[in-house]
């Protein structure tokens, strides 16, 4: 089975978009930002077959049956890659599937994402994690499961990583739960060396959290919402960045959000510790305040934090310390979203928001650039799982990302592609808008933009 084989494509044609696999298509004009080659000039560029073939003065009179894409004012870059997503699949079909992950994927600008293992059952063996390739085979998207550290995701028995190195994968983590056992974790760090893979970890030390539903603080207070120390998190990512150092390994720290957190990172980079770290969009624009609306689609893991720790996250963007964004997509269905805030899942979606909201928390406000925001979301994640790249050079697979950065769009949670319909921006003006993708010989260009083709 493949996403081809489920329809995915002409889920999307069904939608307006134009979906096609033309043989030669020039994209004229564009903005062509790669920075793995210092590249950010107005040029043409010529794909044959899905592969780049020149890049510059291009003589239309040679060319024969081939179709333009006018992309003058617009950005091409090499495809997003988005690190830490949740397709639920197997197991949790009714919150989303590989097929509608992938449509959501595309129609936010990415060309590939890294799955988390907590379905059911977990990526914790090398059928299962076959299987997932499987069923992204055929499409635009390229899937990469990230399969669990344990057993069962329980936190004793170590999967066999050997095994699951040489089934494709390249990361291992429990996401949705930590390894909370230290030793557990250091045997981990030490046999990931054997095949050079990352341990993205999920920091939560759940005595500290103790069951709380929303950041400690003075609005959980004032709220009356049951308080999650910030603690819960730094502590583990101490813990976790100590046994690094010792070990050797290679960490990865997952959405992170405390400033306390990010403090530990800085101070672990400056010793040459093998860490690395990811903050997502809903942390970049949204502090614990967004929780006094009581609406469960601003409760997530890990929280909503204060102004310090949102301003630290920024602040860590800009400097280095966080090399990466990544969306944490977490689909929900309605019914278990709609209910007490307290009660609610933990989690948010985030492929088709992504773009948007980092372009008004950190583009429009030239907190970044472009440049910058290409680096955390397109080249960083790759290289992290040391995957290949999706570089813009002549010879290489056209594996791009395209966007508009002068649109406005409002957000309407109704006409999303994936499965949750649980965002915090439902019916937010967001600026700068994704157009389409090129990948794998795809071509997948959303309504607004089918203007541009000809």
Not at 59 to 70: F, P, R
Not at 126 to 137: H, K, N
Not at 442 to 448: E, F, G, R, V
Request: hydrophobic letters at 40%.
């Amino acid at each position: 089975m493949s996403w081809e084989v489920k329809k995915g494509p002409e889920i999307m044609s069904q939608r307006g978009w134009l979906v096609d696999k033309a043989s030669l298509v020039l994209l004229t004009k564009a903005r062509v930002i790669d920075p793995s080659q210092d590249l950010d000039t107005v040029t043409d560029i010529l794909i044959e077959r899905g592969k780049i073939k020149k890049i510059g003065d291009i003589d239309k009179k040679e060319l024969e049956n081939y179709h333009t894409l006018d992309l003058e004012g617009k950005i091409l870059a090499p495809g997003f890659f988005d690190m830490h997503v949740h397709l639920r699949e197997p197991g949790q079909e009714e919150k989303e599937t590989i097929t509608t992950g992938s449509t959501a994927a595309v129609a936010g600008g990415f060309t590939g994402v890294a799955c988390m293992p907590n379905t059911n059952p977990s990526l914790d063996n090398v059928g299962v994690v076959r299987w997932v390739y499987d069923m992204a085979a055929g499409g635009p998207v390229d899937v990469h499961p990230i399969a669990a550290v344990t057993i069962g995701r329980k936190g004793t028995q170590l999967t066999d990583i050997s095994d699951l190195y040489h089934a494709g994968v390249r990361a291992i983590s429990n996401d949705g739960d930590p390894v909370g056992k230290a030793d557990v974790m250091r045997r981990a760090l030490e046999y990931s060396q054997l095949h050079d893979l990352v341990i993205s970890t999920h920091s939560e030390e759940h005595d500290l959290a103790a069951g709380g539903v929303m950041r400690e603080g003075e609005m959980s207070t004032r709220l009356g919402m049951k308080p999650w120390s910030s603690l819960a998190e730094s502590v583990m990512v101490a813990r976790d960045v100590l046994l690094a150092e010792f070990t050797g390994g290679r960490l990865h720290v997952g959405h992170i959000s405390s400033w306390q957190s990010i403090e530990m990172v800085r101070w672990a980079k400056g010793r040459g510790v093998k860490v690395t770290c990811e903050a997502t969009p809903h942390h970049i624009a949204l502090t614990d305040e967004a929780c006094a609306t009581y609406d469960s689609s601003f409760k997530m893991n890990p929280p909503l934090g204060s102004k310090e720790d949102r301003e630290a996250v920024i602040q860590g963007l800009i400097d280095g310390t966080i090399d990466a964004i990544a969306t944490d997509h977490a689909p929900h269905t309605v019914e278990e979203k709609l209910v007490e805030f307290s009660f609610a899942p933990n989690g948010v979606v985030g492929l088709e928001t992504a773009i948007g909201v980092v372009a008004n928390e950190l583009v429009n406000p030239e907190k970044m650039s472009w440049n910058e925001i290409v680096q955390k979301m397109a080249i960083a994640p790759r290289e992290i799982l040391r995957l290949p790249s999706a570089s813009i050079q002549e010879g290489e697979v056209a594996n791009l990302t395209l966007i508009d950065p002068e649109a406005v769009w409002k957000v309407d949670a109704s006409k999303f592609f994936t499965k949750g319909r649980n965002t915090p921006f439902d019916g937010k003006n967001l600026h700068a808008k994704p157009l389409g993708v090129l990948n794998r010989g795809w071509i997948l260009i959303c309504p607004d933009a089918r203007m541009l083709w000809s």
